[in-house]
């Protein structure tokens, strides 16, 4: 895939998913615009000194303000990827209404206001939209115990079907990728007796965000594509 000249906002960018989908990204020659959420964080970034990287810090992704002006700093935006999020577990009798508004706020509102402004951005030139919901977004049995973040990347998947149908005629297409569990060293920190072979790598769902986003993608809008691997 071919990204050579192409601007793509990665917000998430400096977890363990977006590390892998901003360095197969400028493997393809794409410049790719982070925002962190601190300044420490940035500073932890392994591409923080690459000339493909564009950081910002630090930048609150569910405040309209903050995303509106990151946005606006990029020229000629082609994609807009939004893997940032948060996940929590708690059974409904333990998360009050603080914790609820916390995962819709990480997770919801920071996809819708980051579509929004890439809407924006694109300015009738076309572009890619790549959300990232979750297995429990489209198996919502399977987020029993974690009903708060289930409501709000089952929200998130929903953005992106009404999305991706509003915004075809600009060219415009809207997709989102729904991870099961994924190899992560923190995750397999959190589950050590669990068979990690089974889980996808982050490498292996970034490059299904990777295709998702590429001009290579002519046809495909308003997809929750499950990434499981054989988990």
Known sequence: MDYRDRRIVVTGGVGALGTAVVS??????AVC???CRTAEEAQRFPYRDHAAVKLS?????????AVDKLYAGVPKLWASLHIAGGF??????????ADLLRQVETNLVSAYLCCRAAVRAMAGNGGRIV???ASRAIEWRTGAGMTAYTASKAAVAALTV???EEVVSKGILVNAV??????TAANRAAMPKADHAKWPKVEEVASTILFLASPDNQVTRGAIVPVYGRS
């Open 24 to 29: 197969a990204l400028i493997e393809a020659g």
């Open 33 to 35: 615009h982070v925002p």
């Open 57 to 65: 810090a630090p930048v609150d992704l569910a405040d309209e303000v």
């Open 88 to 97: 929590a577990a708690a059974p409904i009798e333990a998360a009050g209404k």
């Open 131 to 133: 959300n990232v919901a």
């Open 162 to 164: 009404a999305l991706a």
């Open 178 to 183: 729904a991870p099961s569990i994924m190899d």
